[in-house]
């Protein structure tokens, strides 16, 4: 484990620990599945040895309740290498394809190769769940990682480093603590990939970087996701949905509602509902949400005093309270807040919230919200509420996204089968499933021909009247 500070020794260890993994990404170039496998499931053993400490280590990072890490940390990890277990031998089967009719006699196919040495920088809002989960895909690629979590979440980095310390050699697997230091001295380096999970603002910043070396990379940014609630939704259902997916994690989740667009004739019975789901969820014993044992706290002071200072914002320039709105410094507790009346100038609206605000606007119809939706940068995650099946379509073909919900949100992340990610803003490249084990893996394609057969004699040089003939056929007819 190298130590917390950078310095030019600590540059150099980085460099020694990145030339470790060279042999290494040779050698599991030829890795079966078994052997990839067998990797998966030492994680998954550790895992389920040691659940209480993962839970420990959230709750003293951030007061994240035991019942929400297992939800939400574990149970994600867990169930990506269950289905990569289960499914690795065939992704890595090489796959034909078909054969068109000028390359009759040749036959082709796709293996994946890894595509070696891997950097992943994993964010401090689900530090488990976001550092172990794009390993899992790294690992059943067959490739070996640097790991560099984030310095947010010391106890949960503590415990990640001391995992991977316990399960691999460092020219395997090895993690890195540190700073934005840190950071900057790995992205120097020549990695084949780089998986990165943060901000869109910093996520331009390690593009940058790694177009330096030429690295491809994986960007899973954020940005602010719209929720859709329209003139025929179910608004008890939507608000049970939406209020679940706009507090889980204290609202520090990517792919939380970020603000609302509620047809007017719901707005009301919206607001209604929402009240009591909240009460339901986090106060039902009527004791306080601040007592709750399932809300979950501010990562620390800086947000916190970012996300109290856009509730006064929002106020001040004509926002009202629908709920919430109080906190508490010393435990760094807020309130789900819910405002109504907001506009494009309050902060509230310009970036996004990573917190339990919950902005609310109103639409007289639905090409309205649309209309709003494309006037702002693609969202990572979209959500529309409603029963018309053709005003549903017409938010999917209408508005870009990197996923979208209908009636729920959130739990797209959970289906292993769908692939996950932004698109622009948003985010590079997909994740989870086969879909991680792509965005870790070169698509090679091969072509096989048969000795004696060459289907492209006639097409040499000298090109004479009958391979002008034919080349006009192939231009005509393929």
Same mark, same amino acid.
């Given at each position: 484990m190298?130590?917390?500070?950078? !310095?030019?020794?600590?540059?150099?260890?980085?460099?020694?620990?990145?030339k470790s993994q060279l042999l290494t990404s040779t050698l599991w170039r030829s890795?079966?599945?078994?052997?990839?496998?067998?990797?998966?499931?030492?994680?998954?053993?550790?895992?389920?040895?040691?659940?209480?400490?993962?839970?420990?280590?959230?709750?003293?990072?951030?007061?994240?309740?035991?019942?929400?890490?297992?939800?939400?940390?574990?149970?994600? *990890?867990?169930?990506?290498?269950?289905?990569?277990?289960?499914?690795?031998?065939?992704?890595?089967?090489?796959k034909s394809v078909s054969t068109p009719l000028p390359m009759?006699?040749?036959?082709?196919?796709?293996?994946?190769?890894?595509?070696?040495?891997?950097?992943?920088?994993?964010?401090?809002?689900?530090?488990?769940?976001? !550092?172990?989960?794009?390993?899992? !895909?790294?690992?059943?690629?067959?490739c070996p990682v640097i790991l560099k979590p984030s310095e947010m979440t010391p106890h949960t980095s503590e415990l990640i480093s001391k995992m991977i310390s316990e399960l691999f050699a460092p020219k395997e697997v090895a993690v890195v603590l540190g700073g934005i230091e840190t950071s900057q001295a790995l992205l120097k380096l020549p990695f084949d990939h780089i998986f990165f999970t943060g901000?869109?603002?910093?996520?331009?910043?390690?593009?940058?970087?790694?177009?330096?070396?030429?690295?491809? *990379?994986?960007?899973?940014?954020?940005?602010?996701?719209?929720?859709?609630?329209?003139?025929?939704?179910?608004?008890?259902?939507?608000?049970?949905?939406?209020?679940?997916?706009?507090?889980?994690?204290?609202?520090?989740?990517?792919?939380?509602?970020?603000?609302?667009?509620?047809?007017?004739?719901?707005?009301?019975?919206?607001?209604?509902?929402?009240?009591?789901?909240?009460?339901?969820?986090?106060?039902?014993?009527?004791k306080g949400i601040e007592k709750s044992p399932d809300m979950a706290r501010i990562v620390n002071d800086k947000h916190f005093n970012r996300l109290t200072e856009n509730i006064e914002d929002a106020l001040s320039k004509g926002a009202q309270l629908v709920f919430?709105?109080?906190?508490?410094?010393?435990?760094?507790?807020?309130?789900?807040?819910?405002?109504?009346?907001?506009?494009?100038?309050?902060?509230?609206?310009?970036?996004e919230i990573f917190g339990p605000i919950l902005p609310v606007k109103s639409y007289t119809s639905l090409g309205e919200a649309i209309d709003y939706v494309n006037s702002k940068p693609k969202p990572l995650a979209l959500y529309f509420f409603g029963v018309n099946a053709e005003q549903s379509s017409k938010v999917l073909r209408e508005t870009s996204s990197g996923n979208a919900v209908i009636n729920d949100c959130v739990l797209h992340y959970l289906h292993m089968e769908l692939p996950f990610g932004g698109v622009n803003n948003s985010g590079i490249g997909k994740a989870h499933g086969y879909h991680g084990f792509l965005a870790f893996s070169n698509e090679k394609g091969v072509l096989k021909q048969r000795v004696g057969l060459n289907n492209v004699t006639l097409l040499r040089p000298?090109?004479?009247?009958?391979?002008?003939?034919?080349?006009?056929s192939l231009i005509k007819w393929f």
């Open positions: 190298l130590n917390h500070s950078i !310095s030019e020794q600590n540059n150099t260890d980085l460099e020694h620990l990145f890795s079966s599945a078994d052997d990839r496998i067998a990797r998966l499931k030492k994680i998954r053993t550790w895992i389920k040895d040691h659940q209480q400490e993962i839970r420990n280590a959230l709750k003293n990072d951030f007061g994240k309740p035991e019942s929400e890490t297992d939800l939400s940390e574990i149970f994600p *990890v867990t169930a990506e290498i269950n289905h990569s277990i289960k499914k690795l031998h065939k992704w890595m089967t090489p009759l006699g040749t036959s082709g196919s796709i293996y994946h190769e890894p595509k070696g040495r891997s950097l992943i920088i994993a964010p401090w809002n689900y530090p488990f769940n976001l !550092s172990i989960g794009p390993l899992i !895909s790294a690992l059943s690629a067959g901000s869109p603002t910093v996520g331009k910043i390690v593009m940058k970087a790694a177009a330096e070396n030429l690295s491809s *990379v994986t960007l899973e940014l954020g940005g602010k996701s719209p929720a859709i609630v329209d003139e025929d939704a179910d608004c008890k259902d939507a608000a049970e949905k939406l209020i679940w997916g706009k507090y889980v994690n204290c609202g520090q989740t990517c792919i939380a509602p970020d603000y609302l667009l509620v047809h007017e004739s719901k707005l009301e019975n919206l607001f209604s509902e929402m009240k009591v789901a909240i009460q339901k969820m986090y106060d039902p014993d009527f919430g709105g109080n906190s508490d410094q010393h435990t760094r507790y807020i309130e789900p807040t819910i405002l109504r009346n907001v506009s494009d100038e309050m902060q509230v609206m310009e970036e000298p090109y004479g009247i009958k391979a002008k003939q034919i080349i006009a």
